[in-house]
């Protein structure tokens, strides 16, 4: 019995220590693969050598990310994308956030664990969470464009994919609350705290690891999006001048280079590059902040 | 605590000001020169879309008070919004079809299909009735057209494009009939996974197969009845399969939409046309 | 009880926007579900089961639309894909908290955590020009149910480890050091104590990676095939929901488009059936262990 019970314990450990593996191996293939056909379009012509390449290749890149596309996204650069990409993530991130907040401070901390109305928003939260991107588009397409009457634009753009990121953030939040021990819900009770600051001042620091992690998988999934936003934020790769302009995002430019665009193949997996980098410094920094976060919690109390 | 909410603040306020910065930048110099903006929003085939765009970006310099946005969706749907008022020109890839008479049609460039195999496929050409055979499951294998022994891949359009329709309407196959084993939406899409498997064979447009071989991409374009695929015999008309690319508008064209028409049929814009490797009509 | 104005404010406040997004879904199943309509009186549920294959492009009388091998398809990509990715992505969490030294974990943890952000389309594109060649040539066409499974798996691992790993770090510490003060074996501490006290968090990271995988559409078009043909093996293409929507979509029209949507109300309704199964699993575990 013993023997056996060490036996798999065995084969659990090593699966464990192998888990890693296949993940980590195809990974680092795929970023291999991204960088070496995506930083091309960076490397200086063989002519022009001589210089410094540093040099050259940094004011290439700097080119790339602030040029406009040109012949269909063949020549030039990406700069329009990047902003209206930015754009978007910001009308999705303002709003979803606030309210993603919102909503799993109620669900965990203002509702009682069995309330009906907990229950039902929880069920249709994770109803929603397995919308189909796909879906989405068609929904903000209709809604958002047509309905709301606010066309193909950024703000379309946005507020679709701030539905779509909603569940994951308010999901992740709800996971962080309930990492705080009840014991100091209760302290908080007990010192005569409003429920105010109780939230504020305890519950929300002591969470912002799982808002974080919400963040950093919603912000993910936002910038990835492709199928949700072709039809709400659109096609148009000009810069654009104002939250009600159609703006390309990063993603759908990737697409169409690949997919649709001939001779679109380096183009498109410079800007993979872009944005997958982009994602690495955005996850850097969030890191970065949190533990500046934490320990600044930790010197207060 | 206060002082993380101060920063939050301080963030939350350096977005505002950049949006309101982008607003504010994006007014003064229309409120400082009064000249009205007029729209024209064009949508459709995927196809013609990346043209549109650079046609449009060639436009709005030469007229700075007209704003076009390409969106893109399918000829279908350039066709439908078109009708329903909600676009002022649609993109068609695709020649008109008899219901679709209602439509001003404007006819903007050219383009061949043609059939694509692996650059080390070793088959020279295929006959017409071994192409129907191939897509219909009849001839399932390459040894059978004078290949090598391996099953072949057929690599079909997704129900509704363009390109299919050519396809079928040029060898009178029902669409029904086709037995594939892969079926992809836009050509890229088919000069990849061509370009990824030595037994595949697919259709796509010629412009986009020629430009792709052009850059070194490992694929052949099979001629038809004998006739070399190439964007110049799609050009001087002796190409067998081959469609009109068209804009189409709801009524016949008035102001911004009828200049953004006509600039879009002229010379002016042949370089654009070749640049993607379609023909212009002269 | 005493509240203060701050108080009955932020309720009021909390609840609203709990309202807000929870309404988000009705809407979305309203608007689908209008869509559909025409599908489901024109067409009939029922052809959707007996007809001879997909070919909607005709209106309903002389089209086909046979649905069946795309549910099958769906159900099985996203199927594989978990198969695959919950005892990969649990094992990980399980190594980045209580196996690996803890640089070697943040460095694991960031890998993770990049990949989360990695777009649909460079999956796909990466399935498409490098995957699906390899795998051609060991069974053609390439674009296969298999392709489709590893890539889905990458894509829906990042949500596994993370949710999972968030639901061990969210198990009080007083368990870890209960185990450790018995004694416990390292795998005994995760097997017997760790999974069973983080099982709600885990089953929720699983079914949110399998929404995920239900849901994926760039990515699958570009490497599953899309034929839509009942699958003979692991290597035959494979139709999805998701797919058919985006490769049609800008295409559809009449009865056609309205049964995209049916689609669509297919897979909200799959997501809901799984969303209710997960809960009543979860109540039932509850039971047992109180």
Same mark, same amino acid.
């Given at each position: ?68 596309? #040109? ?35 109620? /669900? ?59 569940? /994951? ?55 990835? #999006? ?76 | ?33 009064? +000249? ?115 099953? +072949? ?52 447009? +010629? ?76 | ?7 009955? $404010? ?19 199943? *309203? ?5 559909? *309509? ?92 490098? $995957? ?23 894509? *829906? ?87 058919? *929507? ?45």
């Amino acid at each position: 019995m013993t023997r056996r019970k060490t036996w798999f314990q065995f084969l659990f450990d090593v699966s464990v220590w192998l888990s890693p593996l296949p993940i980590a191996g195809l990974f680092l293939w795929l970023i291999g693969d991204l960088i070496l056909r995506g930083s091309g379009a960076f490397w200086p012509d063989a002519a022009e050598v001589g210089g410094n390449s540093v040099v050259i290749v940094f004011e290439q890149i700097i080119q790339f990310l602030t040029a406009a596309p #040109e012949r269909a996204g063949r020549g030039g650069g990406i700069g329009p994308i990047l902003i209206s990409t930015g754009l978007i993530l910001s009308v999705c991130m303002t709003v979803a956030l606030p309210i993603g907040l919102g909503t799993a401070i109620g /669900l965990s901390e203002f509702l009682p664990v069995n309330s009906r109305f907990g229950r039902l928003v929880r069920r249709s939260l994770d109803v929603l969470s397995g919308v189909p991107s796909i879906v989405f588009g068609l929904f903000g397409n209709a809604f958002f464009c047509r309905f709301l009457g606010l066309k193909f634009s950024i703000a379309s753009g946005g507020l679709t994919l701030a539905c779509m990121v909603l569940p /994951l953030l308010i999901r992740s939040a709800e996971e962080g609350f309930r990492a705080v021990p009840d014991s100091q819900r209760q302290a908080a009770a007990a010192l005569g705290f409003s429920r105010w600051s109780t939230v504020f001042r305890i519950i929300l620091p002591q969470a912002s690891l799982g808002i974080v992690v919400g963040l950093i998988l919603g912000t993910g999934r936002a910038l990835a #999006e492709t199928a949700a936003l072709i039809f709400t934020s659109g096609y148009v790769d000009r810069m654009p001048r104002s939250l009600g302009d159609s703006g390309r995002s990063l993603s759908i430019h990737i697409y169409d280079l690949s997919m649709n665009v001939p001779g679109g193949n380096e183009n498109a997996y410079a800007s993979a590059l872009v944005l997958v980098a982009s994602l690495a410094v955005i996850n850097l920094g969030a890191h970065q902040l949190m533990t500046r976060l934490l320990k600044r919690e930790v010197a207060y109390a | 605590m206060n002082r993380s909410f101060r920063a939050a603040a301080v963030v939350v306020a350096i977005a505002c000001a950049i949006v309101a910065g982008c607003e504010s930048r994006s007014t003064a110099p229309t409120s400082s020169k009064p +000249i009205e903006i007029k729209q024209v929003t064009i949508t459709g085939a995927s196809t013609l879309a990346p043209l549109l765009s650079e046609i449009a970006k060639r436009f709005e310099k030469e007229n700075p008070s007209i704003r076009i946005d390409v969106q893109t969706g399918g000829s279908s749907r350039g066709v439908s919004d078109t009708r329903s008022g909600l676009v002022d020109i649609g993109m068609v890839s695709r020649d008109l079809k008899s219901d679709e008479g209602d439509l001003q049609r404007f006819k903007i460039a050219r383009d061949g299909v043609c059939l694509i195999v692996h650059k080390d496929n070793p088959v020279p050409s295929l006959s017409r009735e071994q192409i129907v055979s191939i897509y219909t499951g009849g001839i399932r294998n390459w040894k059978d057209v004078g290949g090598v022994d391996s099953p +072949i891949t057929v690599v079909n359009k997704a129900e509704g494009r363009s390109t299919l329709e050519v396809f079928t309407g040029h060898f009178k196959i029902d669409s029904r009939k086709i037995h594939a084993d892969v079926v992809i939406g836009d050509n890229e899409q088919g000069v990849k996974t061509v370009a990824g498997n030595p037994l595949a064979i697919g259709y796509v447009s +010629i412009g986009t197969a020629e430009y792709d071989r052009e850059s070194g991409i490992p694929i052949r374009l099979l001629p038809l009845e004998g006739i070399e695929a190439s964007v110049k015999n799609v050009a001087n008309g002796t190409f067998p399969m081959s469609r009109t690319l068209h804009l189409v508008t709801k009524s016949e064209p008035q102001g911004a939409v009828k200049e953004v028409v006509e600039f879009a049929t002229s010379p002016k814009v042949h370089d654009l046309v070749r640049g993607l490797s379609f023909v212009p009509i002269e | 009880m005493f509240q203060s104005n701050k108080d009955r $404010l932020l309720t009021a406040l909390v609840i609203g926007m709990a309202a807000i997004a929870g309404s988000i879904v009705v809407i979305i199943a *309203i608007f689908v579900v209008k869509e559909s *309509i025409p599908a489901m009186t024109h067409i009939g549920g029922s052809r959707f089961l007996t007809d001879e294959s997909w070919h909607p492009a005709d209106d309903a009388p002389r089209g086909q639309f046979n649905l069946l091998p795309i549910l099958l398809g769906t159900v099985l990509s996203s199927m594989g894909a978990i198969c695959v990715a919950a005892p990969l992505g649990v094992l990980s969490a399980v190594f980045c908290q209580f196996y690996a030294p803890l640089r070697v974990a943040r460095w694991y943890r960031m890998i993770i955590e990049l990949m989360a952000g990695v777009p649909s389309v460079v999956f796909g594109l990466w399935g498409l020009v490098v $995957l699906v060649p390899i795998v051609a040539s060991i069974h053609p066409p390439g674009q296969s149910l298999f392709t489709g499974i590893i890539i889905l798996t990458l894509m *829906i691992l990042p949500t596994v480890v993370l949710l999972t790993d968030a639901a061990f770090s969210s198990v009080s510490h007083s368990y870890r050091q209960g185990a450790a003060a018995l004694g416990l074996s390292r795998a005994t501490t995760v097997l017997s104590v760790m999974i069973p006290a983080a099982w709600s968090g885990i089953v929720t990271a699983v079914l949110l990676g399998l929404v995920r995988a239900l849901g994926e559409t760039m990515a699958v078009v570009m490497v599953c095939g899309n034929v839509v043909r009942l699958p003979k093996g692991l290597f035959d293409p494979v139709r999805t929901l998701t797919g058919t *929507i985006a490769l049609e979509m800008g295409y559809a029209r009449g009865d056609h488009r309205a049964s995209l949507f049916f689609c669509g109300m297919v897979l909200l309704i799959l997501v809901a059936v799984l969303v209710a199964s997960i809960e009543i699993a979860n109540r039932r575990g509850r039971h047992d262990t109180t």
